[in-house]
Nanobody
């Protein structure tokens, strides 16, 4: 079983920055990909950014390309980060960290086996 715990959310002004962290613990399998998703009330959870097991390949939603960066501590591969710059009001959401069996990133919510509880990001306009 893998546990994911997000942190780093908060209230920030339009144009500001935040860095989210996802601590991964539990019994790891041989390789897994991790990703960040977000959700607002009444809408489906959407893919934001992801990182494959090697850490060499990333994927981003079009809406965050050039502003957000996903990364991981390569020493132990136990913490995944989402650096969010030039935040906009429309980035306001509950952000989730997720992990999936298999090394490749997917943008599909149902492919992910493990989820954190989420951390709220609010961007004031």
């Amino acid at each position: 079983q893998v546990q994911l715990v997000e942190s780093g959310g908060g209230l920030v002004q339009d144009g500001g920055s935040l860095r989210l962290s996802c601590a991964v613990s539990g019994q790891p399998f041989s390789g897994y990909a991790t990703a960040w998703f977000r959700q607002t009330p009444g809408k489906e959870r959407e893919f934001v950014a992801g990182l494959d097991w090697s850490g060499d390949n990333t994927a981003y939603a079009e809406s965050v390309k050039g502003r957000f960066t996903v990364s991981r501590d390569n020493a132990q591969k136990k913490t995944v980060y989402l650096q969010m710059n030039r935040l906009k009001h429309e980035d306001t959401a509950l952000y989730y960290c997720a992990a999936k069996v298999g090394m490749l990133v997917s943008t599909i919510t149902s492919r992910y086996n493990f989820w954190g509880q989420g951390t709220q990001v609010t961007v004031s306009s």
